[in-house]
């Protein structure tokens, strides 16, 4: 099985900090997605990357930025965090540009921003 | 703008009993495809079922299956013989057929199974 791993459950941060979120699949995908799940508002799309040091903005993308110098690892930056980015992050990888491939997803990290 | 409505926050069905939760989506787009994900309480997100656009039949999955209307931009997800494994939170979702896979996402309704 296709395994997501996502490095922190939870994360608690100050305002300011920088933050990396860690996400790592075993399966050699070439898409990795980085999504943020809110209550009332679904799973919406930070960033995107379908190569290794290739990326794409997907509709959140202020005050993030992302970096897949590696297949397998897609790592998700927040500059200078702010409590408006507290949330829940969630990593998918999916085998190809495929529009009907599935998304695989990691457990999700759960940020607190102080 | 394509959208994905889902208008039930939650919803709560008891154990063996069957369960229908609604999606509703727009687009001008007539290539597409729709999925509909489950998120238990672990967290971790899993496929429940597809469909494409293209086919009139209604994709099935054992006890999952949906009832696809593509005029009406409906997109129901029916649980029959509900197990208390069954509660998590069920995302509806699209992505347009020509791009990649950016799937657009509803809000969610959590799915309560009772003993």
């Known amino acids: 099985d296709v395994k997501v791993t996502q490095s922190s459950r939870y994360l608690v941060k100050r305002t300011g900090e920088k933050v990396f979120l860690e996400c790592v699949q075993d399966?050699?995908?070439?898409?990795m997605f980085w999504y943020r799940q809110d209550p009332g508002l679904g799973l919406r799309l930070i960033y995107f990357s379908y190569d290794v040091k290739m990326k794409e903005k997907g509709d959140i993308p202020e005050g993030y930025s992302v970096s897949r110098e590696k297949k397998e690892r897609f790592s998700l930056i927040l500059e200078s965090a702010s409590t408006n980015q507290t949330s829940m992050y969630l990593c998918a990888s999916s085998l190809s540009w495929s529009t009907n491939e599935k998304l695989f997803f990691g457990s999700g990290t759960q940020l607190s921003v102080l | 703008a394509q959208t994905v409505t889902q208008s039930q926050p939650e919803m709560s069905v008891q154990e063996a009993e069957t369960v229908t939760l609604s999606c509703t989506y727009d687009t001008s787009e007539n290539n597409y495809y729709l999925f509909w994900y489950k998120q238990p309480p672990s967290r971790q997100m899993i496929l429940v079922i597809r469909?494409?656009?293209?086919?009139?039949q209604n994709a099935t999955e054992n006890r999952f299956s949906v009832n696809f209307q593509k005029a009406a931009k409906s997109f129901s997800l029916k649980i029959s013989d509900s197990q208390l494994g069954d509660t998590a939170m069920y995302f509806c979702?699209?992505?347009?057929?020509?791009?990649?896979?950016?799937?657009?996402f509803g809000t969610g309704t959590l799915l309560a199974v009772q003993p």
């Open positions: 399966m050699d995908h070439e898409n």
């Open positions: 469909q494409e656009a293209y086919k009139q």
């Open positions: 979702a699209w992505v347009y057929g020509g791009a990649t896979n950016k799937l657009i």
